[in-house]
């Protein structure tokens, strides 16, 4: 019996892990690790760790085996110094020349070689699944080197070892060997074996009476993210179901290890094999099974793969499947969203995916996962933004054309909040970290709208306000706000029948002179060149409100849970915005250009009146939204996601 552990790579330092005793045969166990292998091993480049070229399983063996040679005996006297990590495997492979190749295969779980041995005469070496493996054999190496009869006693005594290491997460690899060919096969040549690789059903007529010699656990511990991962998909109500060629044994233990199940949870219909999952029959059968919980499916081939993918997209759910092999390249096709592995993934496995990760790592899926709601959550905020703040300007244009007051805002003014001061911020939002309980959100339909009721009403009662607050101050200049330049106060019948002020009496057309401007001659011109503050005002309140706007869209979240700073690239948007309005303000040749006016102290605190509203009518509405999600789904159970009115997707809690 023989562990080899492998941690985070392929350690050429560490030893083999178990007592030395049992290293009896190790001569013929690194044939089989030389010889029934398809890997390669080389050095990578920190010279500590070593790259596989090839399966990842069997290159744990290469390893292994360049471990175990120091236990064999031709070696003791005359160990092999090279700097060459193949040299032990090329040592084997001459001393036994490779013949012909019995390739592996998902129905026997085995493969087999036969070698020239040193008599001249042909050997079967074979590998594979231990529980398909002692059935091929009829005697067992016991640890002295003895070679016995393989007793039902004897063999429930071996599985019942495999089984236990099985149980703590290993991989359990059979050997044996079968010395006794036939005087035809022993003798044959390697056009004569030939014949037995194109035929399958033939493997069993030279894969049986064999010799059990030994066998192998390998254990690959997870890294350490991936436990954090599978949390987090969880959270993110993201179901994962782990697909393994491995043992029963092994797989449960492992995802025990993962937490991907409860380590205490000894619900067995959480756990199935390829054989179960075919007595199942139907496809109905296969679909309750799977909706009710099952997330462990073992031994299975590359069939129950492309059934399961059926299954769950027949169940609604938006699978992604990963895989690296040719085999699992149909699966990873039929997907929603086919992933296939960079370093260890075949071309095949690559060319019938939509993903390639780079780094082979189940945390940076999860990762990716989480950007991508984080993207879409930014175009949502984007929209929100342009579209609220863009209402805005139309309901003030509207309402000024329907209540027949002056120009509130020129053209030029229009342009200079779409081109400049809208634009950097609507920029910067596309910046926003992910919502702070982005991995805890149900996962969203994948036919919902990005804009429905609820967020239209949101986009219309926000524009609405921006409107009305740039009119609203338009007005309260003309009727109330003269502390500064003393400028005559008109009634609101004067202002909205401004247009008529030819034909007003003489003593209401009375207009006091402020700011170097001189009504004696020309009266009525108040409403077109005496309105520069107060379009100045509605300028100033229109910029002002839609960077409060932009700030209201950095998150669903309030601004006290998910402040400003958390995008400082919004921080310098919203400042350089504000600079850039100032220039206008308090630079002589770009207020002509403008037509605007410099705004003092009290007319800031004004605009920042009309302005700040908008934080709280936000504020209001995100946490109308979130009670009305609470109450709606108060008697559903604790892991119902409650949706609220913005389409967010809230785990409550216990």
Not at 577 to 598: A, D, Q
Request: charged letters at 25%; proline letters at 4%; a negative charge.
């Amino acid at each position: 019996v023989f562990f080899f552990k492998q941690k985070t790579a392929y350690e050429m330092q560490r030893g083999l892990v178990g007592s030395e005793m049992c290293i009896r045969d190790s001569h013929s166990i690194a044939h089989i690790c030389a010889l029934c292998n398809d890997a390669r091993i080389k050095k990578s480049e920190d010279e500590k760790t070593v790259k596989i070229v090839g399966s990842p399983t069997e290159g744990s063996l290469r390893v292994f085996l360049n471990k175990l040679a120091k236990y064999d005996k031709i070696f003791h006297e005359k160990p092999i110094i090279s700097a060459d990590l193949e040299a032990y495997a090329t040592f084997y492979e001459n001393e036994t020349p490779l013949v012909v190749k019995l390739p592996f295969t998902q129905s026997r779980k085995c493969m087999s070689v036969f070698v020239k041995g040193k008599d001249g005469k042909n050997q079967l070496l074979l590998k594979g699944a231990p529980d398909m493996l002692i059935e091929k054999c009829t005697r067992a190496m016991l640890e002295n080197g003895e070679v016995v009869e393989l007793s039902p006693e004897l063999k429930t005594e071996i599985m019942k070892k495999i089984k236990a290491a099985s149980k703590k997460a290993f991989r359990c690899l059979g050997f044996a060997i079968k010395d006794n060919l036939n005087e035809e096969l022993a003798k044959a040549q390697e056009n004569d074996l030939m014949s037995l690789t194109t035929d399958e059903n033939q493997y069993g007529n030279v894969e049986c009476d064999a010799t059990f010699i030994g066998y192998v656990g390998i254990k690959d511990p997870p890294r350490p993210e991936v436990t954090k991962a599978i949390h987090q998909c969880k959270l993110a109500g993201i179901k994962v179901i782990m697909i393994t060629g491995d043992n029963k044994d092994t797989a449960v233990a492992i995802a025990k290890d993962l937490n991907l199940v409860d380590p205490n949870n000894e619900d067995e219909s959480l756990y199935m094999d390829g054989r179960e999952f075919d007595a199942l029959g139907d496809e109905e059968a296969k679909m309750k099974r799977v909706a009710l919980g099952a997330c462990v499916f073992s031994r299975v081939e590359p069939k129950h793969k492309r059934e399961l993918v059926q299954v769950l997209k027949k169940l609604k759910e938006i699978v992604a499947m990963t895989g690296d092999g040719v085999n699992d390249a149909p699966a990873i096709r039929q997907a929603h969203i086919g992933i296939a592995m960079g370093l260890s993934g075949t071309d095949v496995a690559k060319e019938a995916s939509k993903l390639v990760l780079a780094d082979d790592n189940f945390a940076t899926i999860v990762m990716a996962i989480e950007e991508g709601r984080g993207i879409y959550t930014n175009i949502k905020a984007f929209i929100r933004y342009l579209i609220s703040s863009n209402i805005g300007e139309v309901v003030a244009i509207f309402t000024t054309s329907l209540l027949g007051f002056p120009e509130v805002l020129s053209s030029v003014h229009l342009l200079w909040i779409n081109l400049v001061t809208d634009g950097l911020p609507a920029t910067a939002l596309g910046f926003n970290p992910p919502e702070l309980d982005v991995m805890e959100q149900k996962p969203r339909n994948s036919e919902e709208q990005i804009i429905n009721r609820w967020t239209l009403v949101r986009y219309f009662v926000i524009g609405t306000y921006v409107g009305l607050a740039t009119v609203a101050i338009f007005i309260h200049w003309f009727m109330y706000m003269n502390e500064e330049d003393h400028h005559t106060l008109i009634s609101w019948s004067q202002l909205t029948s401004w247009s008529t002020c030819p034909e007003w009496p003489e003593n209401e057309k009375i207009f006091a002179s402020f700011d170097g401007l001189d009504f004696s001659q020309n009266p009525c011109s108040f409403f077109s060149v005496g309105k520069n503050k107060a379009s100045t005002l509605s300028l100033t309140v229109l910029v002002v409100i839609e960077m409060f706007n932009a700030m209201n869209a950095l998150s669903e979240h309030s601004l006290i849970k998910m402040p400003l700073w958390r995008n400082p690239w919004l921080c310098l948007a919203i400042f350089s915005s504000m600079t850039l309005h100032f220039l206008i303000l308090y630079v002589p040749f770009f207020r002509k250009v403008f037509g605007v006016s410099s705004l003092t102290l009290n007319e800031w605190k004004w605009v920042l009146i009309y302005s700040f509203p908008i934080i709280l009518l936000d504020e209001l509405m995100k946490l109308f939204g979130y009670i009305s999600c609470l109450l709606y789904t108060s008697d559903a159970a604790d892991d119902t996601p409650c949706v609220d009115l913005g389409g967010r997707r809230i785990l409550k809690k216990k």
